[in-house]
T-cell receptor, first 115, second 112 residues
Framework: DTGVSQDPRHKITKRGQNVTFRCDPISEHNRLYWYRQTLGQGPEFLTYFQNEAQLEKSRLLSDRFSAERPKGSFSTLEIQRTEQGDSAMYLC?????????????FGPGTRLTVL | AQSVTQPDIHITVSEGASLELRCNYSYGATPYLFWYVQSPGQGLQLLLKYFSGDTLVQGIKGFEAEFKRSQSSFNLRKPSVHWSDAAEYFCAVGARDDKIIFGKGTRLHILP
């Protein structure tokens, strides 16, 4: 297994456009998390899934954001009508629920720049 | 409220010197504690974690951390830093099988 992968690694878009990011977790992991990291800050939790069920969403996740994990494997994060404030690194992590230690393995992130 | 405080935004140490990065947390339940490292252009890498048991935990790359419940602290230490340790370090807290709350990070600079 090659770990958590994210695509694309970089995305530049114009304000008002929609963007979609993909995360492929470690294959046997049933938990998948999305975080956002802005410059000079630590990652902030956005949402997470167990299998295909979205279990929690942060108040940071406005109505313009939507996340899915349709078959309990990969996940997508879509941002509609992007704003300059959406510019950040979007991180995905996965873990195996029930495993003592709850270690989350992070992907390399998708860096979004909104012009 | 659940939070993590890393009071030092930047720390500079000379290569070969010892290092201690501070971390304080506020968490209502039994915390799971983590230290992650992030190098420029790289993803987050777990250095070490504490769940229970021995309060002094050993991690990768020669790092260790000590959990002090009475002080709500989980400081990271290394006896002798290398130039390759220059990076951003994040302390984090979470519950079992739950989201992780990160501090704002401490950027470590190494003087030759």
């Amino acid at each position: 297994d090659t770990g958590v992968s994210q695509d694309p690694r970089h995305k530049i878009t114009k304000r008002g456009q929609n963007v979609t990011f993909r995360c492929d977790p470690i294959s046997e992991h049933n938990r998948l998390y999305w975080y956002r990291q802005t410059l000079g800050q630590g990652p902030e939790f956005l949402t997470y899934f167990q299998n295909e069920a979205q279990l929690e969403k942060s108040r940071l996740l406005s109505d313009r954001f939507s996340a899915e994990r349709p078959k309990g494997s990969f996940s997508t994060l879509e941002i509609q009508r992007t704003e300059q404030g959406d510019s950040a690194m979007y991180l995905c992590a996965s873990s195996l629920f029930g495993l003592v230690g709850n270690e989350q393995f992070f992907g390399p992130g998708t860096r979004l720049t909104v012009l | 409220a659940q939070s993590v405080t890393q009071p030092d935004i930047h720390i500079t140490v000379s290569e070969g010197a010892s290092l201690e990065l501070r971390c304080n947390y506020s968490y209502g339940a039994t915390p799971y504690l983590f230290w992650y490292v992030q190098s420029p252009g790289q993803g987050l890498q777990l250095l070490l974690k504490y769940f229970s048991g021995d309060t002094l935990v050993q991690g990768i790359k020669g790092f260790e951390a000590e959990f002090k419940r009475s002080q709500s602290s989980f400081n990271l230490r290394k006896p002798s830093v290398h130039w390759s340790d220059a990076a951003e370090y994040f302390c984090a807290v979470g519950a079992r099988d739950d989201k992780i709350i990160f501090g704002k990070g401490t950027r470590l600079h190494i003087l030759p």
